[in-house]
Each structure stands twice: as C-alpha cells, then as structure tokens.
C-alpha cells in the first residue's frame, strides 16, 4: 500500500472518533475540528515514521491535545474572549455533566479510556504519563463521578 492510501485509510478510520475524544475533553466542538485537522495534516507530513507507530491514533489525540492547549493560552490573552462554548451533546446529561466538572487530567483520561476505548496503555503514551497515573487518575475520577451520579439520584 502506498503511503497516500495507508494514511487516507487511518483518516477514514480515525478521524471521528479522535474528534469526539478532543471535543469531549476541551469541550469546544470548533476547537477540536481545528485540532485534529492540524493534528492530520502534521501526521501526513510525518506518515512515513508515524505510520509505523504502535498507536497513530495517540501520537494525532496528543499534537491536536497541545494545540488545542496553545491556543488556549493564545485567546486567553485576547481583550475579549469569546462566551464559552456549549456543552456537547451526550444522551445522559447528568453523566455529561458530571464528566464535564472533572478537572482537565483526569477527563481527558476518561475520555480516552470509555470513549475511545484506549488500553491504559495507550492512554500513558498518548498523555506521556505513567501508566500507574493514568490508573490512579482514573480511579479518582470513577470515584468522583460514582459520587456525583448518586447525589444525582438522590435528588430526583
């Protein structure tokens, strides 16, 4: 297979589910369509070593993660920043909610982990952590939203 046609079928595969992973942990829809663009464009570039890659897919969710990160800081020194964005669109609110409160570290984890289904693994060398911080990362946050989800349940 050529190198064009390896990467267009690792873009077909790929690129949604990594949208969904960005957009779920920065939480701005634009922003991740930005990223992961980017993110492809940089792995097209570099295909030829990142094509033979364990996880592509974690090399692409962490270049469009530092650039979506970059240009964070970036609007964040603009005189008017924008309203924040809306919440994505997930079938269980309260769950959304809950997710969506953890802090930054400890989504992303999430995220990569339910939502992308990424061993543990892959998640350590996607974030550049251990693998025994993403273990406890992910246990504090299934505690916290265990919590969240209870006292959901509770009130209503």
């Not at 390896?6 to 634009?30: C, S």
């Not at 993110?39 to 993660?65: E, S, T």
Request: with cysteine; glycine share 2%.
């Amino acid at each position: 297979m050529t190198r064009a046609a390896d990467f267009d079928e690792f873009y077909r595969r790929e690129r949604a589910a990594l949208y969904r992973a960005l957009a779920l942990t920065v939480r701005d829809p634009d922003v991740a369509t930005e990223a992961v663009d980017e993110a492809m464009v940089r792995a097209y570039q570099n295909w030829w070593r990142i094509g033979g890659y364990d996880n592509p897919a974690g090399w692409v969710y962490r270049v469009a993660l530092n650039w979506s990160i970059s240009r964070a800081r970036r609007r964040r020194r603009e005189l008017w920043p924008e309203p924040p964005p809306p919440e994505p669109d997930c079938a269980d609110s309260v769950l959304a909610a809950a997710v969506a409160a953890l802090p930054d570290k400890q989504r992303a984890v999430v995220v990569l982990r339910f939502h992308m289904d990424w061993s543990l693994d892959q998640i350590a060398a996607a974030l550049r952590i251990p693998t025994g911080t993403v273990k406890s990362r992910l246990h504090r946050s299934l505690a916290t939203l265990r919590s969240e989800l209870e006292d959901a349940r509770r009130e209503s």
